[in-house]
């Protein structure tokens, strides 16, 4: 009789303590934010600060914050290297594909993408890519997409061998608050 009473007290605790696991992950959100393949090297970044949400700061005037937005993909956190930086422009964040050619600085185009690599002295400048951008959430304010482009010294020089060979690029990143 102690047993089954035993038995009755402890049995409830055990159901109880139980736990039903029945809660889903998004297996949809990527641990990386942005990612690439560099010269043959696999490159996985958040935004400096491990996230990814878009930069609500800009350095460069001639892509003004009013009109464009600044995903950042900086390998290694805050003082991480390398960075692939993406603009936006914010009235053209559709679903499309969107060619990359070299900056002249005199019309800012409707979206563009730059690699900055500290670890050398050599200068990347982009040639030439696409942005696809794949997917557009109003309600999440997500946007996804891919791209590849390259890299030289100088556009200045036509026959500037390349530096750089981006490919395999994806991003999913917050565009807005």
């Not at 055990?14 to 560099?38: E, G, H, K, R, V």
């Not at 600044?70 to 936006?88: A, D, K, S, T, Y």
Request: aromatic share 10%.
């Amino acid at each position: 009789m102690k047993k089954i009473t035993c038995l009755l007290l402890i049995l409830p605790l055990l159901l109880l303590s139980c736990s039903n696991n029945d809660s889903t992950t998004d297996d949809s959100t990527p641990q990386f934010a942005m990612t690439a393949t560099i010269n043959g090297k696999s490159f996985q970044a958040n935004n400096p600060f491990g996230g990814n949400q878009y930069s609500e700061t800009n350095l460069w005037s001639y892509f003004p914050v009013e009109d464009y937005i600044l995903i950042q993909g900086r390998q290694g956190g805050v003082f991480g290297n390398p960075e692939i930086n993406i603009w936006l422009k914010k009235s053209d964040i559709v679903v499309g594909v969107y060619a990359i050619s070299e900056e002249t600085y005199n019309t800012p185009p409707s979206h563009f993408i730059d690699l900055t690599d500290n670890s050398n002295d050599t200068f990347e400048v982009t040639k030439s890519g696409t942005i696809k951008i794949t997917e557009v959430n109003t309600s999440t304010k997500i946007v996804e997409g891919t791209f590849e482009f390259i890299t030289v010294n100088s556009v200045s020089n036509q026959n500037e061998p390349i530096n750089n060979t981006i490919t395999n690029g994806t991003f999913r990143y917050k565009y807005a608050n």
